[in-house]
């Protein structure tokens, strides 16, 4: 059984590293960024996102914990780059994830505890929820196609609001899209990595308005 230093380690190794890739996967990661572009049309944000003090606390089973420990610190992390990209100066302060994750080890009743509650112990205003109900790397009945699927349902909750969670969702994402990965294209490193990125602006996206490709030309 791990220890909670190990997990503490994990986890700063984890938001720390979030920015780098594997030596083997940048050509993905190049890749990724200069995909071919297409018609752009606007989309307008579902919730305006406002915050003081913004805590984001992300939930995953034992079965996406098992394979992949780090992830929900990886997801914070991003989300955290994200936010500050898109969201600024609307939201104020955010809670750092390592600061989450030592939290969850020292209280392992959280999950029962209330979205309010949660925030109150952060003594935030806004809480973001994101509870992954699907992580994996692995394309779906293979053993050595690679593909990022993340499926999560996601809340707001405000502490001060009369009824919470005043937000609520669900995203779901693939990467690559197109296309699952073979082992020789790329790693699974790199696979995730992305999928973490494009998981995170998913769900940011819904806070502000931004600009979505139009696949297959205009009509």
Not at 7 to 19: D, I, P, Q, S
Not at 38 to 44: A, C, L, N, S
Not at 97 to 119: F, G
Request: proline share 5%; charged share 25%.
């Amino acid at each position: 059984m791990r220890t909670r230093s190990y997990w503490r380690a994990a986890a700063t190794v984890a938001v720390l590293g979030l920015v780098a890739a594997g030596a083997g996967g940048c050509h993905w990661l190049t890749a990724w960024a200069f995909a071919e572009r297409h018609p752009k049309e606007t989309i307008k944000a579902e919730y305006p996102l406002e915050a003081e003090r913004l805590v984001i606390v992300v939930y995953a089973g034992t079965d996406v914990l098992f394979s992949d420990p780090i992830a929900p610190v990886e997801i914070s992390g991003d989300m955290v780059n994200e936010i500050a990209g898109n969201l600024a100066p609307r939201i104020k302060t955010i809670v750092h994830p390592v600061e989450v994750v030592r939290w969850q080890e020292s209280n392992l009743e959280w999950p029962n505890m209330s979205l309010v509650d949660i925030a109150k112990a952060f003594q935030a205003d806004v809480i973001l929820y994101v509870e992954l109900e699907q992580y994996t790397m692995i394309e779906e009945r293979s053993a050595s196609l690679l593909r990022g699927h993340v499926k999560a349902r996601i809340q707001v909750a405000r502490p001060a609001a009369e009824q919470n969670p005043v937000y609520e969702t669900h995203v779901e994402t693939l990467y690559p899209e197109d296309r699952p990965a073979g082992v020789l294209e790329t790693t699974e490193r790199t696979i995730r990595i992305i999928t973490n990125r494009v998981f995170a602006q998913s769900v940011v996206n819904k806070f502000h308005d931004h600009e979505v490709e139009v696949r297959g030309g205009r009509s």
